[in-house]
Structures are given as structure tokens and as C-alpha cells.
């Protein structure tokens, strides 16, 4: 069983930089792939980013140049630094984790998920 914790959420104004982190349980975390979703009320969940057991990386075109992922395995966490935010950026944000390794894009691969963070980004 893996446990994550999202941290980081919050209101900032357009323009602005927020960093979220997700702390995982697990000694097999620096196998795992992470990647981060949002869901916004009355859509559905959206991939964001990801980041591989090799450190490769891929995001939405959405936020590409904004967004930022990467991981502290010393530390079994996950960091999503989000740059330039929009409104359109308002979401929850979850991290999940696919012990299998694969930098999958679809929510369905991956097994454990946070309980979200909200971001709350205001023009």
C-alpha cells in the first residue's frame, strides 16, 4: 500500500508561481512513476505531468514551459513547481503513483492517489 499526501495548494494571483508536493509512503518509491492530474468542478480529471523512475519527464501542452516536475527520492517526494499560472490553471491537484514504473499519461495506470490540493488561481 502506498499513502500520499499532497501539500502546497492555495490562492495566488495570475502571473504567479505556486510549488506542490506530494509525500509518499514506500521503500520502493524511486521505482515508482508519479504524475500529477487536476480536476476542476464539472470536468473531467485531467493529466498534467508526469516523471519516470529515470527522472524523463512529459506534460500537457497545457502547461509546457510553466510546469516544472521532478523528485527527492531521499525524501519519497514528488514536487510540481507551476509558473506564470493562469485561471484556467484553477483545479484540485492529486499525485498518484504507478508502481509499475511507467510514464503513463492515462489516470487508469496509476494505482495510489493523494486526497488533492486545491489551487485557486485568481485574474
Known amino acids: 500500500q502506498v499513502q500520499l499526501v499532497e501539500s502546497g495548494g492555495g490562492l495566488v494571483q495570475a502571473g504567479g508561481s505556486l510549488r506542490l508536493s506530494c509525500a509518499a509512503s514506500g521503500r520502493a518509491f524511486r521505482m515508482y512513476a508519479l504524475g500529477w492530474f487536476r480536476r476542476d468542478p464539472g470536468k473531467e480529471r485531467e493529466f498534467v505531468s508526469a516523471i519516470g523512475w529515470s527522472g524523463r519527464t512529459y506534460y500537457a501542452d497545457s502547461v509546457k514551459g510553466r510546469f516544472t516536475v521532478s523528485r527527492d527520492n531521499a525524501k519519497n517526494t514528488v514536487y510540481l513547481q507551476m509558473n506564470n499560472l493562469k485561471p484556467e490553471d484553477t483545479a484540485v491537484y492529486y499525485c498518484?503513483?504507478?508502481?509499475?514504473?511507467?510514464?503513463?499519461?492515462?489516470?487508469?495506470?496509476?494505482?495510489?492517489w493523494g486526497q488533492g490540493t486545491q489551487v485557486t488561481v485568481s485574474s
Open positions: 498518484a503513483a504507478n508502481p509499475g514504473g511507467g510514464l503513463e499519461l492515462s489516470s487508469g495506470q496509476y494505482d495510489y
